[in-house]
């Protein structure tokens, strides 16, 4: 094994070896299956192996929680290293050459050397995340009362031009977006005058907006609650809507499937972005209660179906401007980050896949006579296909591992930077 870069190929194909077997004969046997369903399945493949999702820079180290933090052995402990650990997911799964930064915490005084590390490791950073839910060392004004959204202009200024460094530093890295999410809002009823801080903070995203590159979008990330608990600023997709409208064209909303009421129906919520044009991209996770931040499809993954059958009627309708970009955000205390990120991109990636299976013709037929009970079923044939042959075939046929997990697991990664990356420091866990 190479620890250098990243796992050599050599010893994928060597994991992928002793499952080559059971894989061509489980293709085949699905490709029987849906060759009677009209449905072909090298062209199933090629969707699974064009699917893209940036892992999140802040999910490679492990999470914390109010109470506590529990660093697992090698963790990453600058951005450079978490590049490393963003490499090694990608080889494997190899739908995810695309980071997510987050600053400051990844912050570097050598942005080409970053830009150049990550480009030789077959990545691209997508999107930047500001930081202004906390205070960093030496701030001068304190974010804990607000930042964009702050009753004093001066914070307002500070959190702004916070926001014009990251666009800043994502120019320089290639980076093609800003994802804003702020912590703003109150615990107590009256802490906060509501409307006026939604102006305040829709007046420092303008000027957020002006600056950001005339190809970059910028994203809103709306949130119900926590860390305040009574009301936030940008606190349901609706509030996301109207900024984003605000704003202007390059300006949409992001859904983070953690940031909803219990049994809010999030895939109604991503229709409705698509239909006004303002879906930009998605922060995926899973979730019991509030923002839990679990694997995708560990709690919800016929929800997460539905979501990804909005998605692809909308790409298979050509609704213009569609484009959402996919993105994992999540971080966790009880398992090996690089093990979750990529349990992860395989569900959402099997989520698409099973999405694409529906078959849309016969789903609207039903829709057009009434008939709940075929229109379900049509959505059930299509989320009970097993299709892990199809995403085990693409990941093998683009050099990836038959399964991953096992790969990873046999590769003695984790072990090895345990003994390359000693003294792990606090490394802030990311809970956006
Ligand atoms: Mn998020």
Known sequence: MTTQ?????????????????ALRSDFAHLGEVLARRGVDI????????????AVPSWGVGTGGTRFGRFPLEGEPRDI????????TINRLVRTTPLVSLHIPWDKTNDLGALRRHAGERGLTVDSMNSNTFEDQAGQALSYKHGSLAHPDPAVRRQAIEHNLECISIGKALGA??????????????????????????????????????ADWRLFIEHKLYEPAFYSTVVNDWGTSYWAAEQLGPRACCLV???????????EMIVARLIQFGKLGGFHFNDSKYGDDDLDAGSIKPFQLFLIFNELVDAELAGVPGFHPSYMLDQSHNVTDPIESLM?????????????????????????????????????????????EPILAMGRCRAGGAIDPIAAYRTSGYRAAKGAERPGVRRTAGGIV
């Open 80 to 87: 450079f290293e978490k590049l490393d650990d963003c490499c």
């Open 256 to 266: 983070d499937l953690g940031h909803h009421a219990p049994n809010v129906n999030v």
């Open 343 to 387: 349990v992860s991109a395989m569900e959402v990636q099997r989520a698409f896949v099973q999405a694409s299976l529906v078959d849309r013709a016969a789903l609207s037929g039903f829709q057009r006579v009434c008939d709940a009970v075929m229109a379900l079923r049509t959505l059930k044939a299509a989320f009970t296909t097993d299709v």
């Open 42 to 53: 090298e062209a199933l493949v090629e969707r699974a192996q064009s699917f893209r999702i």
């Open 176 to 213: 093609s977006s800003l994802t804003v999410w702020i912590g703003d809002g109150g615990n107590f009823p009256g802490q906060m005058h509501v409307r006026g801080a939604l102006e305040a903070y829709l007046a420092s995203m303008r000027e957020v907006y002006a600056a950001a590159p």
């Open 5 to 21: 870069l990243c796992l050599a190929d050599t010893f994928i194909a060597d994991q992928n070896r002793a499952a080559q077997g």
